[in-house]
Every structure is written in structure tokens, then in C-alpha cells.
């Protein structure tokens, strides 16, 4: 899960995937990291924490990192939220890029679309909540994709 500080989109997009998979009995690794290196180190922002409470998952514990070309080869999948994170994801990876493993979040409930999670950065609670609701919804059809029997 990638977006520009791993601060707001993907701590929510880590912790929602990492329960669902759990849920499912899947036993995914699930990791997320920001393009950017301004918040390396912190842990979520306080409303992404509270929101991800709110709804019964604990991001309290998770840490800022920032990606690496490495990630390309670690991670099975890559999922952006916006599409400057796509192309910042390319452009860090550089000789490892691998485009079939690299997607837009949103293209799970709109495929084809190009769509952005918006970042809530400079948002209210609500603007999180929103997030939240995206990102819930996105990787509910993320597990289905890999669960249909
Ligand atoms: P995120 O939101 O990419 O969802 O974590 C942002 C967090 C911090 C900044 C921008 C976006 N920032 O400019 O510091």
C-alpha cells in the first residue's frame, strides 16, 4: 500500500487489508510505504488512527517508511492511491520496475477509470471517513478477487 507520506491513505489501506485477510484465512503480509520521506519514522496520523478505531482495527503501532526499488521484488502486489504515487513508484523502482504488479487501488471497484483515493491531508475527520469508506469497500473486492472459488 503506497501513498505520498504514509501518513494518512496507506496506514488505513495496511491495517483494513491486513484484517481482511486475516478474516479470510489468507495470512497475507501486509506493508505499506510513501514516496515522500517527510514523516519517516512517525506513526499514523492521530485521525487516521482514530477513524481506523472507530471501526475496529489498531494502526496505533505502524511506522512511516518511505519506498524502496526493493519493494518491487519483496511484494507480490503494489497498490497506489493516486496516480502521482504511480508514477513515483516507477520512477524509484527504476531497472526493477515491473508495471504487472503495480495498481491503482480504485481500479478494484473502477477498473479503468484512473481513479485517486484523495488525500485527506488538509481535510477534516469527515474527509478521513471517507478514505476509510474507499479503501473498506476496495479491499473487500481485493480478498473477493482472491477468494472465489
Ligand atoms: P498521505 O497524505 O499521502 O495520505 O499520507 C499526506 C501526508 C503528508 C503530506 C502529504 C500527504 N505532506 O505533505 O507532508
Given at each position: 500500500?503506497?501513498?505520498?507520506g504514509?501518513?494518512?491513505?496507506?496506514?488505513?489501506?495496511?491495517?483494513?487489508?491486513?484484517?481482511?485477510?486475516?478474516?479470510?484465512g489468507?495470512?497475507?503480509i501486509?506493508?505499506s510505504?510513501?514516496?515522500?520521506?517527510?514523516?519517516?519514522?512517525?506513526?499514523?496520523?492521530?485521525?487516521?488512527?482514530?477513524v481506523?478505531?472507530?471501526?475496529?482495527?489498531?494502526?496505533?503501532?505502524?511506522?512511516?517508511?518511505?519506498?524502496?526499488s526493493?519493494?518491487?521484488?519483496?511484494?507480490?502486489?503494489?497498490?497506489?492511491?493516486?496516480?502521482?504515487n504511480?508514477?513515483?513508484?516507477?520512477?524509484?523502482s527504476?531497472?526493477?520496475?515491473?508495471?504487472?504488479?503495480?495498481?491503482?487501488?480504485?481500479?478494484?471497484?473502477?477498473p479503468?477509470?484512473?481513479?485517486?483515493?484523495?488525500?485527506p491531508?488538509?481535510?477534516?475527520?469527515?474527509?478521513?471517513?471517507l478514505?476509510?469508506?474507499?479503501?473498506?469497500?476496495?479491499?473487500?473486492?481485493i480478498?473477493?478477487?482472491?477468494?472465489?472459488?
Amino acid at each position: 500500500m503506497v501513498c505520498l507520506g504514509n501518513i494518512c491513505r496507506s496506514p488505513l489501506a495496511e491495517g483494513i487489508l491486513q484484517a481482511k485477510s486475516e478474516a479470510a484465512g489468507l495470512g497475507w503480509i501486509v506493508d505499506s510505504a510513501g514516496t515522500g520521506n517527510y514523516h519517516i519514522g512517525e506513526n499514523p496520523h492521530p485521525t487516521s488512527q482514530k477513524v481506523a478505531l472507530a471501526n475496529g482495527i489498531d494502526i496505533r503501532k505502524q511506522r512511516c517508511r518511505q519506498f524502496v526499488s526493493e519493494d518491487i521484488d519483496v511484494f507480490d502486489r503494489i497498490y497506489v492511491m493516486d496516480t502521482d504515487n504511480y508514477q513515483e513508484v516507477k520512477r524509484i523502482s527504476g531497472s526493477k520496475w515491473k508495471e504487472e504488479k503495480v495498481e491503482l487501488i480504485l481500479s478494484a471497484l473502477y477498473p479503468g477509470e484512473k481513479r485517486n483515493v484523495p488525500d485527506p491531508w488538509y481535510g477534516t475527520e469527515k474527509d478521513f471517513h471517507l478514505v476509510f469508506e474507499l479503501l473498506n469497500r476496495a479491499c473487500d473486492k481485493i480478498i473477493q478477487s482472491y477468494t472465489k472459488t
